[in-house]
């Protein structure tokens, strides 16, 4: 079950962090630097695990934000060592709790290893009641420690043997980076889902990371992407790729361009702000109207509204204003204050609104209970009319691959079609890029249905890799993932 935060915004939520060093003096400051760029992939917890020269491992982990965690330089001087892995965490499978934050430790009779996952397990389930039933003990509720006790009991001898062989017996989307004596190790799922990329230091140390804007903070160069299904051992000796799996088409998430990424990094050779911009040229082709502003729905919203602007040669303004400070609200949530949340994070621009015909374009609609507030809102304001623009399809399914969404009988899209949308949400149109035309702004052709580019099930219910945990004894599809309402 989703776990929104009162006054959240109605939103998918983040996947994870992971970020890791090879080879700096600075690394547990480097890792947390990381992990600082790497914050909108998750805010509930972080951790840091650093190996130093003698073998020994230490660790710091706390619930909230690296700030809160690794803001002390006390904290990083007591993570000694040039090797260090990381991981900022939002949770899509396990409660907040200490417990769960990453990166997991664990010693085995070849020595320390610890690990930080980004991504989901689709057959988590059915792999824990296998190794419980074998008598493993579990120490949290997240998927990532299936990974430890595969490791345990495998009958291969290295440890890079026996991740290879953990990593065989997991169905899902992940992206991984682990610590053991002797090796710094990163890894993809076979579908290359989720995002890890390789950069170099300027001493010649390596890191990898969720994205590039941290190795940007680092001051570390690009190297290149890790591949789908590719596992990179970094040790003394240098970099040495695996590749486990049979060759496959991958499938990158194609959220991470419109929402999850920060719009200054690159993912998979594609600048992200400038795909968004694309986004929004795209969808104003496809949806243009009439209008006195084009106003973005902040903050994530901003490049598709700026790539629609140009497009439909309209003025981009700031119509709504975003408070960027805003935590958790100490008032008792009565339905009157409840109604109110929004304009915590979220103010409308009279003087610019009063009068016009508004377009709002956001990157996606979820419940739909944040977007009627704003167009609430912005009506208060004194726009004649308000239309809204989408720069994703209608999110129809719910993504079992680390993202956070609600369940399919939550989604508006799921329940209703675009017209019944926008009387909800009370606009005078409403209009979502389609399937083929996110596809041409990311350069790409129209979407193959029988060998698509992207991950896009949220958007088709087209689920790539088995949903084992979902299934029943039947081998049918539980009523989570049929058609809302069945």
């Known amino acids: 079950m989703p776990r929104v ?41 972080a951790g840091i695990v650093t190996l130093d020269e003698a073998g020994l491992f230490h660790a710091h982990k706390g619930l909230g934000l ?24 939002y949770a899509t499978t396990g409660e ?46 997240t998927d990532s420690e299936v990974f430890i006790h595969l490791i345990a009991i495998s009958l291969y001898s290295t440890v890079i043997d026996r991740l290879i062989d953990a990593l065989k017996q997991v169905q899902g989307a992940y992206s991984l980076v682990a610590l053991h004596n002797g090796a710094l190790i990163g890894a993809r799922d076979p579908l290359g889902v989720r995002p890890l990329v390789l950069g170099r230091l300027p001493n010649g140390g390596l ?20 591949e789908a ?57 496809e949806s243009g109207v009439a209008a006195d502003l084009i106003v973005p729905v902040p903050d994530s919203g901003v490049p598709a509204a700026m790539g629609y602007a140009v497009e439909a040669g309209i003025p981009f303004e700031l119509g709504i204003i975003r408070n960027h400070y805003v935590g958790r609200t100490f008032i008792e949530p009565t339905d009157q204050i409840r109604n109110l949340g929004v304009k915590l994070k979220h103010s409308a621009n009279r003087a610019m609104l009063q009068g016009k015909r508004v377009v709002l374009v956001d990157d996606s609609i979820v419940r739909g209970t944040t977007s009627r507030k704003i167009v609430e809102m912005v009506r208060q304001a004194g726009a004649t009319e308000v239309h809204m623009r989408v720069s994703s399809p209608p999110t129809t399914h719910s ?21 019944e949308m926008a009387r909800i949400i009370g606009v005078d149109s409403l209009a979502f890029i389609s399937l083929d035309g996110l596809y041409r702004a990311l350069g790409q052709p129209a979407r193959d249905p029988k060998k698509p580019h992207f991950c896009d099930a949220c958007f088709t219910g087209d689920y790539a890799i088995p949903l084992t945990d979902w299934m029943d004894n039947s081998d049918r599809q539980l009523s989570l993932l049929q058609p809302a309402g069945q």
């Not at 000694?80 to 991981?87: I, L, M, T």
């Not at 993504?399 to 017209?419: F, N, S």
């Open 207 to 226: 890191v990898l990371a969720s994205e590039t804007c941290a190795l940007d903070i680092v001051g570390a160069e690009f190297v290149r992407d890790i």
């Open 96 to 141: 907040t709790a200490l417990r769960n934050v990453q990166p997991l430790y664990a010693d085995f009779e070849f020595g320390g290893f610890a690990v930080a996952h980004n991504g989901n397990l689709t057959n988590a389930f059915a792999l824990k009641r296998a190794l419980v039933r074998r008598g493993c003990l579990f120490q949290s509720t």
């Open 66 to 89: 690296v700030g809160d965690n690794f803001g002390e330089a006390k904290v990083i001087a007591s993570l000694r060592g040039p090797y260090a892995v990381g991981h900022n965490r």
């Open 5 to 45: 935060a009162q006054f959240e915004d109605d939103k998918p939520h983040e996947e994870c962090g992971v970020f890791g060093v090879w080879n700096s003096g600075d690394a547990a400051a480097l890792t947390a630097l990381g992990l600082h760029a790497l914050q909108h992939r998750g805010q509930e917890a």
């Open 229 to 285: 299904g590719e596992l990179v051992v970094i040790d003394d000796s240098g970099l040495r790729s695996i590749k486990p799996f049979s060759r496959t088409e991958s499938r990158f998430c194609i959220f991470e361009y419109i929402y999850f990424a920060r719009p200054d990094s690159v993912m998979e050779g594609t600048p992200v702000y400038e795909t968004r911009k694309r986004i929004g040229a795209e969808l104003a082709r």
């Open 399 to 419: 993504c079992y691959y680390g993202i956070d969404t609600p369940e399919r009988a939550d989604l508006m899209a799921a329940k209703h079609d675009v017209a």
